[in-house]
């Protein structure tokens, strides 16, 4: 048993950042392997935006190496922490979310969330915090409040930054780090997962613990996946992302366009081959550097959808762009032969969802029309019949 244990350990040391601590967790796993005991493993997720990318998903693998290893998930969906807005990396207040963004939010977290945890009820507790946070009396959350100093607050990083650079911090940003705490008070969590923009906030849920009498749960921090770009972490916003609801064929296609430096990165984030065979596959004297990221490509793929999947976004990846062919399966979109703006086009044919997303795409490169790129997104252009548009290197629309 204690050689299973630690066998454990490593597997969930794998790719964390830091865990407070870990002897802590050898003995917190050691007691529920005595007891046949499901220790209960905690993610709190804000449903801030409607859709998850695969930065999201680091975390939630982790979650689900401790399902797989027979323990409970607690999955708490922060529908009323969200109102107030986690200042977590922000230097400015975060805007309060409406009740019904919130609940749209949240429905479709869980739907893609089930694409990596697994969803079965003696695997999952899935808990909204606005189950307590509703009830709760002032007097509870003064309670709560006198747990902390303001001093010890504002050793917070993003609050220091603010208040350096002279940007007003608001008393109540000082109270999302101590409701996250309590959401684990509530739950009575043996290990708080999160990335490491969460360390503070985790750490305070150790707190609000002990002063409630509980065992203070163990902390493991995750690395916040780098996006595309290979500077900014991943974020929707900033268009560097792979959605986990990607197409297969585009998923792939955003895989292959990482650089050769950041494929160990995803290797030991997003997949569970073994650490060896990783230090094969990015040494590019013992594996062709493509050769590595095409693997890496059917792997992420294979894991959202399947293998068949896999295998065929790789060939129309190869036929595409290695070999420069048009694809079999082109959406043809009808459109007036009034002169419109690029940048434009691109948003009437469906090939990007915002104006501001279009833009971005030209700036880099990522739009060409009959295989002549354009770079001025204002460019106007005569829309032709059969006039081939392309976004990026697998998006294609026939007009």
């Known amino acids: 048993m204690q050689t299973d244990i630690k066998e454990q350990l490593e597997r969930f040391k794998r790719g964390a950042v830091e865990i407070f601590n870990e002897n802590e967790l050898l003995l917190r796993l050691g007691e529920a392997a005595k007891s046949k005991r499901q220790l209960r493993v905690k993610l709190g997720m804000d449903p801030t935006a409607p859709d998850i990318h695969l930065g999201h998903t680091v975390v939630m693998r982790k979650m689900r190496q401790f399902q797989d290893a027979g323990h409970k998930a607690v999955l708490i969906i922060g529908d009323y922490t969200a109102r107030i ?45 606005s189950q307590w946070f509703e009830k709760m009396s002032l007097m509870e959350l003064i309670k709560i409040a006198a ?74 921090t995750m690395p916040i996946l780098v996006g595309l770009d290979g500077k900014d972490k991943m974020s929707k916003s900033k268009g560097n992302y792979i959605g986990v609801t990607d197409e297969p064929k585009d998923m792939f296609g955003k895989v292959m366009s990482i650089s050769d430096e950041m494929m160990e990165n995803y290797y030991t984030l997003l997949t569970d081959v073994d650490a060896e065979k990783i230090k094969e596959l990015v040494n590019p004297e013992r594996t062709h550097p493509k050769e590595a990221k095409v693997l890496l490509g059917k792997i992420i793929v294979t ?63 990522g739009m060409s029309i009959n295989g002549e790129k354009i770079s001025d997104a204002n460019k106007l252009v005569s829309p032709e019949s059969g006039m081939v548009v392309r976004a990026g290197k697998l998006e294609f629309a026939k007009l």
């Open 85 to 129: 807005g986690d200042p977590t990396g922000q230097n400015t207040t975060r805007p309060m979310l409406s009740g019904e963004q919130i609940e749209e939010n949240a429905r479709t977290y869980l739907e893609q969330a089930g694409k990596v945890l697994d969803m079965s009820e003696d695997k999952l507790e899935v808990r909204y915090n």
């Open 147 to 220: 747990q902390k100093t303001v001093a010890q607050m504002l050793q917070r990083d993003s609050f220091k930054l603010r208040l350096g650079q002279g940007i007003d911090v608001y008393t109540h940003e000082f109270l999302y780090p101590l409701m996250q705490g309590y959401d684990s008070v509530v739950i009575k969590s043996d290990i708080e997962l999160g990335g490491t923009d969460q360390t503070f906030n985790n750490l305070v849920g150790r707190d609000i613990q002990n002063a409630y009498g509980q065992q203070r749960q163990i902390v493991i």
């Open 303 to 365: 894991q959202f959808y399947n293998e068949a999947a896999g295998e065929t976004a790789a060939a129309e990846f190869e036929k595409v762009f290695a070999q420069k062919q048009l694809p079999d399966d082109m959406p043809e979109i009808k459109i007036s032969s009034e002169p419109i703006a690029a940048a434009k086009l691109l948003v009437q044919c469906g090939l990007v969802a915002s104006g501001g997303e279009a833009k971005r795409l030209i700036s880099q490169g």
